[in-house]
């Protein structure tokens, strides 16, 4: 299915390397708006296809959006299937090292709205994901929570509404115990949720939001192994003093404990309130070192961005700060340190 020879758009939505060096990418393959096939394909070291399997032929249109591996290499992954144009259900699937489909399980509570999978991990043997319902009239948001073993059962399902909140969903997690953390769009605010999905709290940086401006968002999470967590996006922050004035935001970073108290505060801003500034992507390195990759316009409002990455220490400290200009937009979508402290 995939290639310009079939005719059909393709797009990659995740990749893993599982304990033999292997690379498993996922995507969708669409070859129009009503057709459209989630891809698997495993790929040696040397960049030879393995295997390349495709879930599932029982629905026209399917879009996977997270996978994960377990210890013998099989893979789980979670997304979205459209049972109508408008309405969707979570799945989750499960092949296994050799690209050999083994089950799937479907789950949509509500006829009457669309449900889709974010993400997924293993975690304390349980294939545990985690996604979001929408329904437009009457409006309600509602992130999901499920629990599968690794024969396909369904453990256990939560629906938690976070209405009221302060705006859409633009980012979510899963970390190694289970935890699960959504990031905002019109607050720059996130949420944490236990492995029950039940809320444990909600940490928002204050703003001074113009007063045409709502697009305050939280683009990446992450945690370390201390419960940490941490966030990066676009912010626009108390330093504005005019909040008539349309202004563009500034890269926010912010360091947050297990418990949801504040641990650092750093905030990017290159020319000022009124250009944009913007994170889209974190990695953290050894001792601490935190990467952080994104946007800055080049010389005022309207021109074309220039990519940044950025390196804080433990403290939030920046001790490097790199900047790219080319013709058209520079922008990192994606960063990574290796342990030498060199960054990609």
Request: hydrophobic share 35%.
């Amino acid at each position: 299915l995939l290639g310009p020879a079939t005719g059909s758009v393709d797009y990659l939505t995740g990749i893993q390397i599982d304990t033999e060096d292997n690379i498993i990418v996922i995507g969708q393959s669409r070859q129009s708006n009503d057709i459209a096939k989630s891809i698997v394909i495993k790929i040696s070291a040397t960049g030879d296809i393995i295997w390349q399997s495709t879930y599932s032929n029982d629905y026209e249109w399917s879009f996977p959006r997270d996978l994960t591996l377990d210890d013998n290499g099989d893979v789980y992954l979670t997304g979205y299937i459209n049972k109508d144009y408008y309405n969707g259900e979570i799945f989750v699937a499960k092949f296994d090292k050799n690209g050999a489909f083994v089950w799937d399980n479907i789950y949509s509570d509500d006829e009457n709205g669309t449900y889709k999978g974010f993400r997924i991990r293993i975690v304390n043997g349980q294939i545990q994901s985690l996604g979001d319902f929408v329904r437009s009239s009457p409006f309600d948001a509602r992130m999901v929570f499920l629990k599968h073993d690794k024969n396909g059962n369904l453990i256990q399902s939560n629906e938690t509404s976070y209405l009221g909140q302060g705006g859409g969903l633009t980012s979510c997690y899963i970390d190694a115990q289970g935890n699960s953390y959504i990031g905002l769009f019109g607050t720059f605010k996130i949420l944490k949720f236990n492995n029950d999905g039940s809320q444990q709290w909600a940490f928002t940086v204050p703003n001074n939001l113009p007063s045409n401006v709502i697009a305050e968002e939280v683009e990446d999470i992450i945690s370390d192994n201390n419960g940490n967590v941490y966030i990066t996006g676009r912010h626009y922050g108390e330093h504005y003093g005019n909040n008539s004035l349309y202004t563009n935001g500034d890269l926010q970073v912010v360091k947050i404990s297990p418990e949801g108290n504040l641990i650092y505060d750093y905030k990017y801003q290159n020319l000022g309130t009124n250009a944009f500034d913007g994170g889209n992507k974190l990695f953290l390195g050894k001792d601490d070192y935190l990467v952080v990759g994104g946007q800055s316009q080049k010389d005022y409002i309207g021109t074309d961005y220039e990519y940044v990455a950025i390196v804080l220490d433990e403290f939030g400290t920046a001790i490097d700060t790199l900047r790219y200009s080319d013709q058209g937009d520079a922008v990192i979508k994606s960063v990574i340190m290796d342990d030498n402290f060199n960054f990609y």
